[in-house]
């Protein structure tokens, strides 16, 4: 939404700088989509690399965790050991 709120000259989005100075005019819709597809990921890759980052230093789940929450999880309840934390 922001990408749409904040236009350049009225009609293009942010994605599109430079977009005037392309030599063609039958692909400027390709182009336009391929630029706010690129944009967005990375946008999203680097939420998902901050995400995933934070996960690999969270520590291990508790043991008391309800059945219904564990589902089948290695190292909870009955269930088997994790292998890396033999």
């Given at each position: ?33 391929l630029a ?24 291990v789940a ?25």
């Amino acid at each position: 939404m922001s990408f749409y709120l904040f236009r350049r000259n009225g009609d293009q989005l942010i994605t599109d700088a430079g977009i005037e100075r392309l030599q063609i005019t039958r692909g400027v819709a390709v182009v336009r989509i391929l630029a706010f597809s690129a944009v967005m990921n990375v946008i999203l890759a680097v939420f998902f690399l901050g995400f995933n980052l934070v996960n690999m230093h969270a520590d291990v789940a508790p043991t008391d965790v309800p059945s219904y929450l564990h589902q089948n999880m290695c190292g909870l309840a009955e269930n088997p050991p994790c292998p890396h934390l033999k």
